[in-house]
């Protein structure tokens, strides 16, 4: 490999670590829609829509963990110590981008080398992220066991170590 290929490559090793570093917190409010982060909606007293849609670099458990969090945070932040789970929906969520024909023209030089270059590409990039939709129900009326009702203190203690792991 050439000193200029390693030159290069290190270039952009160097700006993707930027990039990484640049990017918010992944646990956070969604700003506006198809923004990453955690949204709900009260449809009822007692029952909440959920969600939490994570960047293209967030795994789908990951998606999964945080909206039990703040379907957890939601419950307790109304005085309630459960919550029930009536629907769960994981999808995923592919965006591609299509960058069009391109040409490029350059040359460079590093001793005891130098060269000319001509490149044309076509190509697009798609990006697949994840979505949980969570309905809970919150309230008197959750029953105090069963297989969809879960702990909302124990919920938000157990997962709180990967939320503050996953902040950027």
């Known amino acids: ?22 990017s918010g917190p992944v646990y956070r409010a969604a700003e506006k829609p198809g923004d990453y982060g955690y949204r709900d909606t009260m449809l009822t007293s007692q029952h909440y829509r959920v969600s939490f849609s994570g960047d293209d670099g967030t795994a789908r458990e990951t998606v999964d963990n945080f909206a039990m969090f703040r379907a957890a945070q ?13 629907s769960q929906q994981t999808s995923p969520i592919t965006e591609t981008t299509d960058y069009g024909p391109s040409a490029a023209v350059g040359y460079g030089w590093g001793y005891p080398f130098w060269g000319t270059g001509i490149g044309y590409s076509t190509g697009s990039v798609s990006r697949t992220r994840y979505e949980t939709v969570l309905q809970i129900q919150i309230g008197p009326d959750v029953p105090k066991e069963g297989p969809d009702v ?19």
Do not use: P
């Open 1 to 22: 490999m050439s000193i200029m290929n390693m030159r290069f490559l290190g270039l952009m090793a160097l700006i993707a670590l930027l990039a990484g570093c640049a």
């Open 74 to 86: 939601v419950a307790l932040s109304h005085g309630y110590d459960r919550f029930r789970v009536v």
């Open 150 to 168: 879960y702990d909302a203190l124990q919920i938000k203690q157990n997962l709180a170590a990967e939320v503050a792991a996953q902040q950027r």
